[in-house]
Protein backbone atom coordinates (compact mmCIF):
# COMPACT_ATOMS: atom_id res chain seq x y z
CA UNK A 1 0.00 0.00 0.00
CA UNK A 2 1.91 3.26 -1.06
CA UNK A 3 1.90 6.04 1.89
CA UNK A 4 -0.53 8.97 1.54
CA UNK A 5 1.13 12.47 2.14
CA UNK A 6 2.09 13.53 5.10
CA UNK A 7 -0.36 16.09 6.08
CA UNK A 8 1.17 19.48 5.77
CA UNK A 9 -1.38 20.78 8.23
CA UNK A 10 0.28 20.13 11.71
CA UNK A 11 3.94 20.00 13.41
CA UNK A 12 6.13 16.68 13.26
CA UNK A 13 8.36 15.44 16.01
CA UNK A 14 11.75 13.52 15.95
CA UNK A 15 10.05 11.06 17.61
CA UNK A 16 7.28 10.26 14.96
CA UNK A 17 4.16 12.34 16.74
CA UNK A 18 1.90 14.39 14.85
CA UNK A 19 0.49 17.54 16.67
CA UNK A 20 -2.66 19.21 15.19
CA UNK A 21 -2.85 22.84 16.68
CA UNK A 22 -6.80 24.24 16.57
CA UNK A 23 -7.00 27.25 18.70
CA UNK A 24 -5.63 26.50 22.35
CA UNK A 25 -5.96 22.63 21.84
CA UNK A 26 -3.42 20.29 20.36
CA UNK A 27 -4.53 16.80 18.78
CA UNK A 28 -1.65 14.51 18.76
CA UNK A 29 -0.88 11.03 17.31
CA UNK A 30 1.60 9.23 15.54
CA UNK A 31 2.73 9.44 12.03
CA UNK A 32 2.65 6.70 9.61
CA UNK A 33 6.02 6.18 9.49
CA UNK A 34 5.81 5.03 12.99
CA UNK A 35 2.43 2.92 11.89
CA UNK A 36 5.15 1.08 9.35
CA UNK A 37 7.74 1.33 11.69
CA UNK A 38 5.67 -0.60 14.58
CA UNK A 39 3.40 -2.47 12.21
CA UNK A 40 0.17 -4.30 13.93
CA UNK A 41 -0.51 -2.30 16.81
CA UNK A 42 -2.16 -4.19 19.60
CA UNK A 43 -2.80 -2.21 22.44
CA UNK A 44 -2.71 1.52 23.52
CA UNK A 45 -2.59 3.30 26.72
CA UNK A 46 -2.99 7.08 27.23
CA UNK A 47 -2.67 8.98 30.92
CA UNK A 48 -6.37 10.04 31.78
CA UNK A 49 -8.04 13.80 31.06
CA UNK A 50 -6.90 15.81 33.36
CA UNK A 51 -3.20 14.50 33.56
CA UNK A 52 -1.19 17.90 33.59
CA UNK A 53 2.20 17.97 31.61
CA UNK A 54 5.12 19.68 30.40
CA UNK A 55 6.67 19.40 26.90
CA UNK A 56 8.93 16.42 26.05
CA UNK A 57 6.70 14.66 28.80
CA UNK A 58 4.97 11.05 27.96
CA UNK A 59 1.22 11.33 27.16
CA UNK A 60 0.84 7.36 27.18
CA UNK A 61 2.40 4.35 25.12
CA UNK A 62 0.99 2.47 21.93
CA UNK A 63 2.32 -1.25 22.19
CA UNK A 64 2.60 -3.37 18.54
CA UNK A 65 3.47 -7.02 17.97
CA UNK A 66 7.38 -5.81 17.58
CA UNK A 67 7.34 -3.57 20.74
CA UNK A 68 6.19 -0.57 23.13
CA UNK A 69 6.83 2.83 22.21
CA UNK A 70 6.25 6.10 24.47
CA UNK A 71 4.43 8.90 23.03
CA UNK A 72 5.20 12.72 23.77
CA UNK A 73 3.87 15.72 23.35
CA UNK A 74 5.41 18.45 22.17
CA UNK A 75 3.49 21.43 23.99
CA UNK A 76 2.71 21.45 27.88
CA UNK A 77 -0.96 21.05 29.38
CA UNK A 78 -3.31 19.55 30.34
CA UNK A 79 -5.01 16.69 28.84
CA UNK A 80 -8.86 17.18 27.87
CA UNK A 81 -9.51 13.95 25.54
CA UNK A 82 -8.53 10.64 25.19
CA UNK A 83 -9.56 8.72 21.83
CA UNK A 84 -11.24 5.88 23.93
CA UNK A 85 -12.76 3.83 20.44
CA UNK A 86 -8.87 2.88 20.43
CA UNK A 87 -9.40 1.14 23.57
CA UNK A 88 -11.80 -1.35 21.46
CA UNK A 89 -10.06 -0.51 18.10
CA UNK A 90 -6.32 0.05 18.53
CA UNK A 91 -5.93 -1.31 14.79
CA UNK A 92 -7.25 2.49 13.79
CA UNK A 93 -4.28 3.66 14.26
CA UNK A 94 -2.86 1.07 11.25
CA UNK A 95 -5.90 1.80 8.92
CA UNK A 96 -6.18 6.16 9.79
CA UNK A 97 -3.11 7.63 11.47
CA UNK A 98 -4.03 11.04 10.68
CA UNK A 99 -7.89 10.85 11.62
CA UNK A 100 -9.57 8.36 13.37
CA UNK A 101 -6.18 7.00 14.89
CA UNK A 102 -5.81 10.08 17.16
CA UNK A 103 -4.28 9.76 20.17
CA UNK A 104 -4.89 12.88 22.90
CA UNK A 105 -6.02 16.45 22.93
CA UNK A 106 -3.98 18.70 25.04
CA UNK A 107 -5.16 22.40 26.35
CA UNK A 108 -1.92 24.26 25.85
CA UNK A 109 -0.62 26.14 28.58
CA UNK A 110 2.42 26.78 26.93
CA UNK A 111 3.17 26.09 23.15
CA UNK A 112 6.75 27.07 22.53
CA UNK A 113 7.31 23.53 22.55
CA UNK A 114 5.62 23.70 18.67
CA UNK A 115 8.80 25.61 18.05
CA UNK A 116 11.21 22.91 17.92
CA UNK A 117 8.90 20.64 15.52
CA UNK A 118 9.00 20.36 11.68
CA UNK A 119 6.83 21.02 9.06
CA UNK A 120 5.42 18.08 7.07
CA UNK A 121 8.37 18.35 4.46
CA UNK A 122 11.11 18.69 7.24
CA UNK A 123 9.42 15.27 8.57
CA UNK A 124 9.55 13.79 5.41
CA UNK A 125 13.47 14.64 4.78
CA UNK A 126 14.15 12.77 7.89
CA UNK A 127 12.96 10.01 7.50
CA UNK A 128 13.91 9.80 3.55
Known amino acids: MPNAPTPADRKYAESHEWHLVQGDV ?8 AVD ?3 DIT ?11 G ?4 VGEVESVKTTSD ?11 VNTAL ?5 LINSDPYGKGWLVKI ?3 DASGLAGLMDAAAYDKSIA
Open 107 to 109: KVS
Open 55 to 58: AGDT
Open 26 to 33: VTIGITEH
Open 43 to 53: FVEMKPVGTSM
Open 87 to 91: SDSPE
Open 37 to 39: QLT
Open 71 to 81: IYSGVAGEIIE
